[in-house]
T-cell receptor, first 112, second 112 residues
Framework: DSGVTQTPKHLITATGQRVTLRCSPRSGDLSVYWYQQSLDQGLQFLIQYYNGEERAKGNILERFSAQQFPDLHSELNLSSLELGDSALYFC???????????FGPGTRLTVT | GQQLNQSPQSMFIQEGEDVSMNCTSSSIFNTWLWYKQDPGEGPVLLIALYKAGELTSNGRLTAQFGITRKDSFLNISASIPSDVGIYFCAGQFGGATNKLIFGTGTLLAVQP
């Protein structure tokens, strides 16, 4: 158990819908990262937050957004969902930028 | 999205055999990490490497940070059935962004 929690574990929704994925980092970690894992693209970095502020952006679509709240939990919002958005979404946390990242168990999103 | 070249893509071995896998990149990294992922779970950190030439062990696992900082390898000695899973390398640039660039993964199957 990495100490990073993610909810829900599974999510099934229809195209065009909007979903919110939630992540609670390990106790004491200030930095949160979101990654997407798909069969064709592998594990891809989406976005990073540090102490409530966006720190870095990766291959995140404009339909996706994220935020980190004062209690340090983070949410990833995916809107206007398409079939290709079906993937595993992982959250990771680290005590500070450049420190080792620990991954949560992931949320499996299926868009039908 | 960017992925590191990882080989072999898959390995099917007998229990007790040694395993070697490697990862190469066209980019120079500050840190190399090796993760293991079990089905339906998030990546779990195995070894982190911080200096070119560094050789680090974690039980039966040994990893090295290449001299050129563009490659890394992971060895598993005396494999056991619970070593089954997908192994990923990841490179980290450091600096303003802490994002991880992941390898394509090596699927390891161990036959008792």
């Amino acid at each position: 158990d990495s100490g990073v929690t993610q909810t829900p574990k599974h999510l099934i929704t229809a195209t065009g819908q909007r979903v919110t994925l939630r992540c609670s980092p390990r106790s004491g970690d200030l930095s949160v990262y979101w990654y997407q894992q798909s069969l064709d693209q592998g594990l891809q970095f989406l976005i990073q937050y540090y102490n409530g502020e966006e720190r870095a952006k990766g291959n995140i679509l404009e339909r996706f957004s994220a935020q980190q709240f004062p209690d340090l939990h983070s949410e990833l919002n995916l809107s206007s969902l398409e079939l290709g958005d079906s993937a595993l979404y992982f959250c990771a946390s680290s005590v500070r930028p450049l420190a080792v990242q620990y991954f949560g168990p992931g949320t499996r999103l299926t868009v039908t | 999205g960017q992925q590191l070249n990882q080989s072999p893509q898959s390995m099917f071995i007998q229990e007790g055999e040694d395993v070697s896998m490697n990862c190469t990149s066209s980019s120079i990294f500050n840190t190399w990490l090796w993760y293991k992922q079990d089905p339906g779970e998030g990546p779990v950190l195995l070894i982190a490497l911080y200096k070119a030439g560094e050789l680090t062990s974690n039980g039966r696992l040994t990893a090295q940070f290449g001299i050129t900082r563009k490659d890394s390898f992971l060895n598993i000695s005396a494999s056991i059935p619970s070593d089954v899973g997908i192994y990923f390398c990841a490179g980290q640039f450091g600096g303003a962004t802490n994002k991880l660039i992941f390898g394509t993964g090596t699927l390891l199957a161990v036959q008792p």
